[in-house]
C-alpha cells in the first residue's frame, strides 16, 4: 500500500510484510494509507513513532483493480473480457523457490507446473489449459517487463526479483501476440525503486531429502535360478549366486556368506557378509541436500527516478553425492522522468554453473546401478572405489552393473550457462490523451559444457569372468548460444467522450533470433582422467549448426467503454515470418471480447449488501503458432529456420569410407505449409459477496486447433520415408473455477483467509491425415504416448494381458520341463490404451492465518483422471529388487482375478492352477516385464505443496536501533507430503521423462533423480 503525510507527495510504499519507514515534518499530523481495491484510511500521527492500521476491502473499486496484460500495458480489471489470475511477490515466494514456475504450482485455474526430471537444476513444464498442438509448442509464452523471453528464462531467474507474475490463461487473453499467443503466457513483472531508500538483506537455508522410493522388497538375496524353493536351505548353495545383479536367491538367514567372485584363483578366496537386508542403504546413499540462498537488494529514488538493484546467489549441494549447482544473479531496473519523457531501463544477469552425474544412458545412471545394488550390499561400505579393495572395478561384487561411486566418479557433466537479459523503454506523452512508447529487448544466452566418461581398463581376470568389457571413454564439448531481440513501437490513446471512453494501441513488433551450437565429440581416451578433445583415440566427431529467423508485425488493439459498465475490446495483429513461403508468411490474427459489470448496470444491485461485485464476459479469439518443425540443443533454438528448405546431411561409406558424400533428407515438406490455428471461444463471470470476504470466479472455453503440422509416411519408392503437412485437429474444452473467502477479518488484525481453485479440461484428437489415425509421440519401450484419432490427447498405450469378457487375466497353461504344467497370463499381440497422461481435473487449495506480525500459510495440490507408465517398474521386477516381484514369498501363487478358458470356448474364474513366483516369472519378458500393463497406474497425488510459518518483527521494537526498520524470520516446507494410489509402488507421478519441450509426458524411467522434499528457514532484514 502506499503511506503519504496528508496534503504533501512525501510517501512510502510498504514492503511484503506491510512494514514501512517514513520520515516527517514536525509540522505534520496525519498519514493517508490507501491501496486499490480497500477503503483510503487516515490516521493522526502523534506523539507516537508507529502508526499502524488495518484496511477494509472497497468494493467499489474492484473493478479499478490493474491487471498487467499483452505488452505489459496495465488494464483495469472490469475492462477484461477473459480470465487472468494475478500472483502477488509474497505468494510467490512464501516458501522460498529457486524457480519462479515452482512458486506458481496449484495456485491459479488452468495452470499445470510439471517437473521432468528432479535434481540441482531441475526442468519445469508450463502449460495452460492443457495441450493443443501435436508436434508444436504448448508451454505458455514467457514475458518479462514486456519483452518476450525464452522459456529458459525462467531458470535463470531471482524470485526475490519479481513483483508479480500475471497469468493471461489462454488464446483469448494473450490474443495480442498473435502467432505466438494459442498458449495463454505468464507476464512477469520485476521490482521497481521507491521514494524511500531501504536495503534489504535475506539469507535462506534449506534442507532437501528423499521424499518417495520405490516399495522395495527385503526378504531375497543374491541369485537368478528358476523354479526353486527359497524357504528350503538344502537347495541354499545351489541357487546363492554371490556376483549377482538380481535378487532371486534364497530368502535371508543371517548366516555369513561370500559376495562377489573370488578375487583370486583359488575358491573360497572372496569378501565375506552376513547374509541379511541392509534396507536402508539405497536411501542412504543419497545426501540430505543443502540449498543456501544469500541475496542483497536496494531500492531507493525520488519523485521522477527510481532505481532498484539486486544480487543473489544460490549454492545448491544435492541429494545426489557429488552434484552441485551455483547460480549469480544480478539485476538493476532504473528510470527518469524527464518532462513529457520517461526513460526507463532494466537489465539482469545470470550465471549457472553445475557439476552432476550425466545420467546419459542407462547402464551409466546413477538410479539404474543403485537399483541393480541387492538389498544384501551395505552399499556404503564401497564408497572408496579407488582405494578399498573390494569396491574397485575389477573386485566389486556385481559382475554385470557397476559401483554406483564409480559412476559418480567418471560419468559427469560441467557446464556453464550465462543469461544477459534486458530492455530499454522509453514513453513520451504527447497530449492529455496520447503518448508513443518505444522498448527494445533481448536476450543473449550462451552455454559450454563438457560431459565424460572416463577411461578404465579391467585385469586379465576380471574380463577373463565373461562378462566384464573395458571401458574406452569419451569426451563431448558443446557450446552454444542465442540472441534474440524484441522491439515494439507503439502509440497509446486514450479519450474520454462524455459517457464513452476509448483507449487504443497502433504498433508494430519486430522480432529477430539467431543460435547456433557446436557438438564435438572424441571415441575413446587415449589415457585416462583427461577429459581433453586431444586425449583421444581415432578422429574427432563433429556436428554444428547456425539458425536465424525474423518476424514482423503489426498490431492494433482498442476498448470502447460506455458509462464505466459496458465494455467492448477488440485486437488485431499481422504477422509476417521469415519461416514461409513468401505466399504463406503474412496471416492475420484476430480477437473480440466484452465485459458488462451488471452490479452497475442493475440499479437494483447497486450497493447490494449482498453481492457486491458482479461482472459477465465473453470473448473470441484466432491465433495460432508457426510450427515448421523445431529442436533444441543446449541454450540453442532452431526456431523452424530453414525448414521448408531442402537440405542434405553429410553422408558415411561412399564409396569408400573417407571420401565425403552426402545424402538428402528423408522428409519431404510441403511448400504450402501455413500456420496451426487456434479458435478459441470463453465465456465466463466474476462476483465478490458479503463486502468482498467471498470471491468467486469461472469461466468455460472451447478451442479448435486446426492445420496441425503433421508428418505422414509415405512410399519408399519416391525416394522419401514422410511429408510433412498441414492436417491434424485437436479440439480443448474445460472449466476453470476460483473461489477466495475471508471467514474472519477483525481490526486487531486477525485475518484468516480459504482458498481453492479447479481445473476440468477435455481434449480430444479429431483428425491427423486422411491416412493416418495415430501418431507416435515417443519411441521404444513397452507403453509410449500417442495422438490418435478419438482419443484424448496425449494417450498411453502399451502391451497388455489377454481378457475375457468379465475383465479377467486369461492364463494359458504352460507346459515346462522339469517342472510340469504352469499357468502363465497372456501376452495380447497387440496393444491397448491405457488413457491420457494428462490430469483431466486439478485442484488447488490454500489458507493462510495471520495475526499481529505472525502469518501461518499452507497450499495444496490434488490431480486425478490420468495415467502413467513406471518404466522403472519393469527395471525392479527383473532384478527382483521390487516389493511386487516378493509379494507371493517367491512361491507359485494364484495369478490374481484370472482365469481359464474351458475346452468349449467359454471362461471359468482361476482358482487353484498355479503361476510360479520367482524368476521364472517376474524376470520373464515373456510374461511379466515387457507388458506394460503391470506398470500403468492412476497418475492420482495429493500434495502439500507448501506450509509456512512467518513472523515479522513489530517495528516498535526496531526503533532503538535507528538503523534496522524490519526484520522477518520465515519457516517453510515444500513438498512435504505426497499421497498416491496404493497400486503406485514406484514414485512421484509427476514426473516425466524427456525435456520441456517434448509433448510426451506420461513417463517416468530410471533416468531420473528421485523426487524430493523441502525444509528450511529463512532470516530477511531491511535497512
Do not use: C
Not at 145 to 161: E, I, K, R, W
Not at 468 to 474: N, S, T
Not at 495 to 523: A, E, P, Y
Not at 743 to 757: F, H, M, R, Y
Request: proline fraction near 4%; charge should be neutral.
Amino acid at each position: 500500500m502506499t503511506v503519504l503525510v496528508k496534503g504533501t507527495t512525501n510517501g512510502a510504499s510498504t514492503n511484503a510484510d506491510g512494514s514501512y519507514t517514513l520520515n516527517v515534518a514536525a509540522d505534520a499530523a496525519t498519514l493517508v494509507f490507501s491501496s486499490i481495491g480497500y477503503v483510503t484510511v487516515e490516521r493522526p500521527i502523534g506523539n507516537g513513532s508507529v502508526v499502524n492500521v488495518t484496511l477494509n476491502n472497497d468494493t467499489k473499486q474492484l473493478g479499478e483493480v490493474v491487471i498487467t496484460g499483452g505488452l505489459g500495458l496495465q488494464r483495469q480489471a472490469k475492462e477484461i473480457g477473459y480470465a487472468t489470475a494475478k500472483i502477488e511477490a509474497q505468494e510467490l515466494n512464501q516458501a522460498r523457490v529457486t524457480n519462479v514456475t515452482n512458486g506458481l504450482a496449484g495456485k491459479v485455474s488452468g495452470l499445470q507446473i510439471q517437473t521432468l526430471s528432479n535434481g540441482i537444476n531441475p526442468q519445469v513444464r508450463v502449460t495452460l489449459r492443457g495441450t493443443r498442438s501435436l508436434t508444436g509448442e504448448n508451454q505458455a509464452l514467457i514475458v518479462l517487463d514486456g519483452v518476450l523471453v525464452p522459456n529458459d528464462v525462467l531458470t535463470a531467474l531471482n524470485p526475490d526479483d519479481i513483483a508479480d507474475v500475471t497469468i493471461l490463461k489462454g488464446a483469448n487473453a494473450a490474443a495480442i501476440y498473435g502467432s505466438q499467443a494459442s498458449n495463454g503466457a505468464l507476464i512477469i513483472t520485476t521490482k521497481k525503486g521507491s521514494t524511500t531508500p531501504t536495503v534489504t538483506f535475506s539469507h535462506t537455508s534449506q534442507f532437501e531429502e528423499i521424499s518417495f522410493l520405490p516399495k522395495l522388497q527385503e526378504e531375497f538375496g543374491l541369485g537368478s535360478n528358476e523354479y526353486f524353493d527359497p524357504n528350503d536351505p538344502a537347495t541354499f548353495f545351489d541357487n546363492y549366486i554371490p556376483y549377482e545383479n538380481q535378487q532371486y536367491g534364497p530368502r535371508f538367514n543371517g548366516q555369513m556368506v561370500p559376495v562377489g567372485e573370488p578375487i583370486g584363483s583359488a575358491s573360497g578366496d572372496s569378501q565375506m557378509l552376513p547374509y541379511q537386508a541392509f534396507p536402508d542403504e539405497r536411501r542412504k546413499f543419497f545426501n540430505r541436500g543443502y540449498q543456501m540462498q544469500n541475496n542483497v537488494s536496494f531500492a531507493g529514488g525520488d519523485e521522477k527516478s527510481k532505481i532498484f538493484l539486486s544480487f543473489q546467489n544460490v549454492r545448491n549441494n544435492g541429494i545426489v553425492p557429488k552434484d552441485v549447482f551455483d547460480r549469480n544473479t544480478f539485476r538493476l531496473n532504473a528510470s527518469r522522468e524527464f518532462g513529457k519523457l520517461k526513460v526507463g531501463f532494466n537489465t539482469s544477469y545470470s550465471q549457472k554453473r553445475i557439476d552432476a552425474t550425466s545420467n546419459l544412458d542407462r547402464d551409466n545412471s546413477v538410479y539404474w546401478n543403485i537399483i541393480n545394488t541387492s538389498v544384501q550390499i551395505p552399499i556404503r561400505r564401497y564408497k572408496n572405489w579407488q582405494s578399498d579393495f573390494y569396491s574397485t572395478p575389477d573386485n566389486y561384487y556385481n559382475e554385470y552393473y557397476q559401483n554406483p561411486y564409480f559412476i559418480l566418479d567418471n560419468n559427469r557433466v560441467r557446464s556453464r550457462e550465462d543469461y544477459l537479459i534486458g530492455n530499454v523503454d522509453l514513453g513520451y506523452k504527447l497530449t492529455d490523451w496520447a503518448s508513443i512508447q518505444y522498448r527494445l529487448g533481448g536476450t543473449i544466452a550462451n552455454q559450454a559444457s563438457n560431459t565424460y566418461q572416463n577411461q578404465f581398463t579391467y585385469s586379465v581376470y576380471s574380463v577373463s569372468r565373461g562378462a566384464r568389457r573395458d571401458i574406452p571413454g569419451f569426451v563431448l564439448e558443446q557450446t552454444s548460444a542465442n540472441t534474440r531481440l524484441n522491439s515494439d513501437l507503439f502509440i497509446n490513446l486514450n479519450k474520454s467522450f462524455g459517457d464513452i471512453t476509448i483507449s487504443g494501441i497502433l504498433g508494430n513488433n519486430v522480432q529477430h533470433g539467431v543460435s547456433r551450437w557446436t557438438n564435438t565429440r572424441s571415441s575413446a581416451l587415449a589415457v585416462p582422467d583427461v577429459f581433453n578433445l586431444e586425449n583421444r583415440v581415432g578422429a574427432i566427431q563433429g556436428s554444428a549448426a547456425t539458425y536465424r529467423y525474423r518476424q514482423f508485425s503489426f498490431f492494433a488493439d482498442a476498448t470502447l467503454g460506455f458509462r464505466d459498465i459496458y465494455f467492448l475490446h477488440g485486437s488485431v495483429r499481422n504477422d509476417q515470418t521469415s519461416l514461409l513461403s513468401k505466399k504463406n508468411r503474412s496471416i492475420v490474427y484476430p480477437s473480440v471480447d466484452a465485459s458488462v459489470v451488471f452490479t452497475d448496470a442493475i440499479p437494483g444491485l447497486k450497493d447490494n449488501s449482498f453481492l457486491n461485485y458482479g461482472k459477465i464476459r465473453a470473448g473470441i479469439a484466432r491465433v495460432g503458432q508457426f510450427n515448421v518443425g523445431s529442436g533444441r540443443v543446449g541454450v540453442a533454438e532452431t526456431y523452424g529456420a530453414y525448414a521448408l528448405e531442402p537440405f542434405f546431411g553429410l553422408g558415411s561409406g561412399f564409396p569408400f569410407g573417407p571420401i565425403t558424400s552426402f545424402t538428402a533428407s528423408n522428409q519431404l515438406i510441403s511448400p504450402d505449409l501455413k500456420p496451426e490455428f487456434t479458435t478459441s471461444y470463453e465465456v465466463g463471470t466474476e462476483l465478490a459477496f458479503l463486502n468482498r470476504r467471498a470471491n468467486f470466479a469461472a469461466t468455460y472455453y472451447f478451442q479448435n486447433s486446426t492445420n496441425q503440422t503433421v508428418s505422414a509416411g509415405v512410399s519408399r519408392t519416391t525416394g522419401f520415408s514422410s511429408y510433412l503437412l498441414n492436417a491434424g485437429k485437436v479440439q480443448n474444452k474445460g472449466v476453470e473455477l476460483d473461489l477466495n473467502i475471508t471467514p474472519i477479518q477483525l481490526d486487531n488484525s486477525l485475518t484468516w483467509k480459504v482458498g481453492a481453485n479447479y481445473n476440468y479440461n477435455n481434449n480430444e484428437v479429431k483428425a491427423i491425415t486422411t491416412d493416418i489415425t495415430e501418431l507416435a509421440l515417443s519411441t521404444g519401450g513397452n507403453a509410449q504416448v500417442y495422438a490418435i484419432v478419438g482419443q484424448p490427447y496425449p494417450v498411453l498405450r502399451g502391451s497388455y494381458y489377454v481378457k475375457d469378457d468379465q475383465g479377467r487375466t486369461v492364463v494359458t497353461p504352460t507346459a515346462v520341463a522339469g517342472h510340469g504344467t504352469q499357468y502363465f497370463p497372456t501376452k495380447a499381440s497387440d496393444l491397448k490404451v491405457f488413457g491420457n497422461t494428462l490430469p483431466k481435473h486439478k485442484y488447488g487449495f490454500n489458507t493462510s492465518l495471520a495475526f499481529k506480525g505472525i502469518t501461518l500459510a499452507a497450499q495444496a495440490e490434488y490431480r486425478t483422471g490420468y495415467y502413467v507408465y513406471h518404466s522403472i517398474g519393469e527395471n525392479l521386477d527383473f532384478t527382483g529388487g521390487s516389493q511386487r516381484s516378493a509379494e507371493y514369498g517367491r512361491l507359485p501363487f494364484v495369478f490374481p482375478n484370472s482365469s481359464v478358458r474351458n475346452p468349449d470356448g467359454t471362461f471359468s474364474a482361476n482358482t487353484s492352477n498355479l503361476t510360479p513366483g520367482g524368476a521364472e516369472f517376474f524376470a520373464n519378458a515373456a510374461y511379466n516385464t515387457t507388458v506394460a500393463e503391470n506398470y500403468v497406474t492412476k497418475g492420482d497425488f495429493f500434495k502439500i505443496r507448501e506450509v509456512s510459518l512467518s513472523y515479522s518483527v513489530p517495528a516498535s521494537l526496531l526503533e532503538s536501533t535507528r538503523v534496522i526498520k524490519g526484520v522477518s524470520l520465515n519457516l517453510y516446507a515444500r513438498n512435504l507430503y505426497t499421497w498416491v494410489p496404493k497400486e503406485n509402488q514406484w514414485t512421484d507421478p509427476e514426473f516425466s521423462f524427456g525435456n520441456s519441450n517434448s509433448n510426451a509426458v506420461g513417463i517416468n524411467t530410471i533416468n531420473q533423480t528421485p523426487p524430493t522434499r523441502f525444509y528450511g528457514a529463512s532470516l530477511s532484514a531491511t535497512f
